[in-house]
Structure formats: C-alpha cells, structure tokens
C-alpha cells in the first residue's frame, strides 16, 4: 500500500481511532476539480459534511445525496464583491450564474445592522456589506437613520437643487459624525469603506483622506470609486487614480479599485500599470473588471452634472433607458433626470475590457443593478458565465484556471484581512466551506441581454452554498435558502 494515501484512507475509515467516522452528506464524484488555493486541477471525489468539505478523495464516495459530475468541472463557488442587488432578488439570478457569496462592498450601506438583519435567513447565496461613506453621508447631513429613508434620498430626482449630502462640504462637526457613524458601521460587521465619491462632488480631499486613515486604524480595507472618471488628460481618470493611490500610499491602508472597465475608459493600459507599480513597491491595491460595455448608474447623480459629455466623450443617444430600451436624447434628458433612475451608459470599448479580463491578478465582480420590471443591466444574471463562454473559451482571453482564480479565491482572500471566515471560501480543501459551483466548460454561457436582462445563465447544473444544494440541475431548489452573512470579525 502506497504510504502517500495513507492518510487519505484513514480519514475514510477511521483508522486508528476504533470509530467509524460520520456519513457524508453529499458526495460530489468525478468531476475535474480546480482548487485555486493548492493549484490543485484532477480528477477527484469531495465530501461533505455540516456544510463543509470533509475530504478530497481520488476514490468515489457514497453519502446520503451525491452527484455525478463525470465531464464537468467543480469550482469554488463564485465569490463577487461589488453587488447592488442584493435583498432585492438578485440573488434568484446570481446563484444560477455560479454566485455562492454576494458582497456590497462599493456602495455599502447604513446601518449596517439593519442591513444584515434584513437578509437572516431569506438569502439563497451569502452576502456582506462595507460600511458606506455616501449612507453615512445621507445619515448624517439629512438626519435619517434607516435604510428606507437613505434609499428615499439615493434615488430621488434632480430637480435643480442638487442634495447637501452630494454637493455640500461637510462641517467639522458633519465630518466627526461621519467618522463615528462608519465607525459604528465597521463595529457592527461592515467589510471595510465604500466611496462613490464620483458621486457626491461635495466630499473634501481631507473627508476623503479620513477614510483612509480609519481603514488602516480598522485594518479594513478600502473600495474606490474614482472621483475623477473620464477622457480629460488632465482631470480624467488618470487624475482619479492618482488620488486613490496618493491616499493609500499616505496611509497605507489597503485599497481596492471598483469597475476599472468604466473607471478607466481609454486610460486602462496607464492605470494597471500605476496599480501593478504600486503593487511592486509594497502597496496592497488590487482591482476588478466585470465584462461588459456599458456601465450603469443613477441618472439623477453627479455623474451627470455640468458637461458630462466632453468629461465623459459621450452623448445623449449612448445613454439607454432600461424599462424601454430607447436611447436618450438633448431634448428628454433633462425630463428622465428629473425622474431619477438608473440608465445604461455606453461608453466603453471592447479591446479594453478584455484587457482588463487577461490581466493577472484583475477579479471578476458584477456591479450587478436590481432589475426593474424585468429591465436593467445584464451583468446582474450572466457576469461569470459570460466570462467563461465568451472570453474563456471563445476568445481565449483567460485561460480556465486563471479565470476561475479570478473569481474565487482572489475576491475571498481579498476580503479575508477583514473577515478571517473568508479563508474557508474561494478554495476547495478539506475543512473549506462546502460552496461549489458545477460548470460544463464546454457549454456554460450567459443569456442576459440588454433587451431582455432577466435570462439566467446555462451551462451550471449544480451549485452547493454551505453544503446545502441550491441548484440542481440548472433549477433552483424551491424553499432553499442556506445563505449566512460574511461579517467583520473584531481584532
């Protein structure tokens, strides 16, 4: 008997212990297992049991429910860190594109409590949420203290007089209550900080230097949104990334960059390559792209304030209202801005988003949106499997391995520094968390469109989440809903 697999019978009988051990509760057989963590990819058998891998067998395993994923390849479950859909059905469509863990981590939210408290028990996937700098910002400069009344002034019409939260400096006083208010986030299970700052013109160099400086006090990391995004040479993207980086570099707080596609536009080469120069001088900064064109956001945001066209090297007629798939023009946009809502911006090119998609090192993340009335942006349903299909294997832009990487155990060890629980995710050993996502290589592809969004992807008959099967053979499991929250654990 070979003593390499000693061990591994031991584990299957008990060897030495005078005690069988317990019955697996699945066994998933046969598959072609990638395990991004040992580098591990074969042909091998899991076991499961209490919601977490028991062993990696190279022998078939018996247990009380078992699939037979003979041509398939058995993933870590998705991890995605950047999702606005969330509590709002989107996880219906994420688990079915291989989805086991949603984060809210650009946006994040306040209060963080109610927000985790929202979802106990009604999640078919995991989920976690930062602390938010613009729903703290709501909390503290229009006195609201819940969920509903932030979500009331996020997405309310610009009617002339832009909002103090967006486009007010705060007071020494608002930015001490800022301050205490993301504190109390972070305390209450939040990931780390979220800004949108592109969206709230009024936040100070130094409001958003504090940020940074309580990440590294919190050991938490950062989640940056430019607050310079655009085509401009000057006040472009460049300029944004410069600002994040400067701020990072200061503190030394941990920063991530959010959709680097729509952030970076036609500066996407001169952005990695600051990001990779500041990797190589000791900075943990990392980013995400997710594949698609077009980005999505509010309306009524400050995106869209002033001459967002020459900022942005776009027009009227590249913005596309979801509920109706019309294209805006001069003389309805300042009527749909009054309206508020999210719309669909094109305005980015191909050759950079796979650029982005090949690079090492450079996650998969949704930025998934709520859909609508059944309309909305289609990375909220087909992000990873079109990944797979389309730049996987038809493009060849990322190899199998590489891609698969990128989206689970890079995002999972991204967040890990915050949440030490995220070292079971992303990885696929023995005393891992039981999240796993079955894919066919050969057939896996999304189906969303911008015309018609709500399709889920195909190609994903199994997805395991904390041991319990979610989906099975491509359907979701009726009444399942084994998703646990992803939180902060205190030092």
């Known amino acids: 008997m ?29 598959g072609r297992v990638i395990d991004p963590a040992s580098d591990l990819d074969g042909i091998r058998h899991l076991g499961i049991r209490d919601g977490r891998i028991a062993l990696v067998s190279e022998q078939p395993l018996a247990a009380a429910d078992t699939i037979d994923a003979t041509g398939l390849v058995v993933a870590p479950g998705f991890v995605d860190l950047h999702s606005h ?16 863990t949603s984060l809210e981590l650009e946006e994040g939210a306040s209060p963080v409590a109610e927000w985790y ?39 309310r019409g610009e009617d002339g007089v832009p909002p103090r939260w967006s486009h007010a400096p705060a007071s020494p006083e608002e930015l001490a209550a800022l301050r205490a208010g993301l504190l109390a986030g972070i305390e209450a299970g939040g990931l780390g900080i979220g800004f949108e700052i592109a969206e709230s013109p009024g936040s100070s160099r130094e409001e958003v230097l504090m940020l940074f400086q309580l990440a590294k006090e919190l050991n938490v990391p950062i989640y940056a949104h ?33 959709h680097l596609g729509s952030s970076s536009l036609n500066y996407v080469k001169p952005i990695v390559a600051m990001i990779e120069a500041a990797q190589a001088r000791g900075l943990d900064v990392t980013g995400e792209v997710y594949p698609y064109t077009a980005a999505s956001t509010g ?16 027009s009227y007629g590249d913005l596309e209202w979801p509920s109706t798939g019309a294209r805006l023009s001069e003389g309805n946009f300042a009527e749909f801005r009054r309206r508020g809502g999210a719309v669909i911006i094109h305005m980015m090119k191909d050759e950079n988003v796979e650029y982005l998609i090949g690079r090492p090192g450079i996650m998969i993340a949704s930025d998934a949106m709520p859909f609508v009335e059944g309309r909305g942006h289609p990375r909220g349903a087909g992000t990873f499997a ?53 894919f066919d290589p050969a057939a896996v592809i999304d189906h969303a469109t911008f ?18 099967v979610v989906v099975r053979q491509g359907s979701i499991v009726p009444g399942a809903a084994p998703g646990r929250p992803v939180r902060r654990a205190a030092p």
């Open 386 to 438: 079109r990944v797979l299909g389309r730049y996987v294997r038809e493009k060849g832009t990322v190899g199998l391995v590489e891609a698969i990487r990128k989206m689970t155990y890079l995002p999972a060890e991204r967040v890990r520094g915050a949440a030490p629980m995220m070292a079971r995710k992303g990885r696929l050993t023995a005393g891992a968390d039981a999240d796993v996502t079955i």
């Open 85 to 100: 859909s969330i509590g709002a059905g989107g996880d219906v469509w994420q688990v079915r594109d291989g989805v086991t």
């Open 451 to 468: 015309d018609r969004p709500e399709q889920a992807s195909t190609g994903i008959p199994w997805v395991v989440v904390g041991g319990t």
């Open 117 to 155: 408290q929202d979802l106990e028990g009604k999640s078919l996937i995991h989920y976690g949420v930062a602390a938010g700098h613009i729903p703290t910002r709501i909390a503290v400069m229009q006195r609201v203290s819940t969920l509903a009344g932030y979500r009331e002034w996020r997405t």
């Open 2 to 30: 070979s003593l390499r697999r000693l061990p591994l019978l031991c584990c299957l009988i008990g060897c030495g212990t005078g005690e069988s051990p317990a019955p697996l509760d699945l066994a998933i057989n046969g």
């Open 226 to 258: 430019l607050r310079q995004m655009g085509i401009d040479p000057i006040t472009g993207s460049l300029a944004g990334v410069q600002e994040v980086l400067a701020n990072a570099l200061a503190t030394g707080a941990s920063t991530h960059f959010v």
């Open 299 to 314: 309306i009524q945001t400050a995106l869209f304030d002033g001459d967002w066209r020459a900022r942005l090297g776009i």
